[in-house]
């Protein structure tokens, strides 16, 4: 069992950054892999990206690539989430996942363990 906290959620404008915390606490959070996930009102939730346990593989959802990285230190037990370049379209409640799966994952249902989520919202 992980519990996840997710902080650096805020309003921005377009073209400007932000960068995201998930806080992993629990067993061993360097077993776990990791994702981000969004999700915009009345949208489903969309996968961001993914990093793998030891952080040397990474995954981007197609809307994000190039601006996105995502990143993760064990030794502070924290997953990060750097955003560039940021649209009105980014504007969502962003959540950090975690599973015991092998292969980073696009889909939700892969990912039992969440956190709360953190707003963003990106202003033109």
């Known amino acids: 069992q992980v519990t996840l906290v997710e902080s650096g959620g805020g309003l921005v404008q377009a073209g400007g950054s932000l960068r995201l915390a998930c806080e992993v606490s629990?067993?061993?959070?360097?077993?776990?892999?990791m994702g981000w996930f969004r999700q915009a009102p009345g949208q489903e939730r969309e996968f961001v990206a993914g990093i793998s346990r030891g952080g040397g593989t990474t995954n981007y959802g197609d809307s994000v690539k190039g601006r996105f990285t995502v990143s993760r230190d064990n030794a502070e037990n924290t997953m990060y989430l750097q955003m560039n370049s940021l649209e009105p379209e980014d504007t969502a409640t962003y959540y950090c996942?975690?599973?015991?799966?092998?292969?980073?994952?696009?889909?939700?249902?892969?990912?039992?363990?969440w956190g709360q989520g953190t707003q963003v919202t990106v202003s033109s």
């Open positions: 996942a975690a599973t015991q799966i092998f292969t980073i994952s696009t889909r939700e249902q892969d990912y039992p363990y």
């Open positions: 629990g067993r061993t959070p360097g077993n776990y892999l």
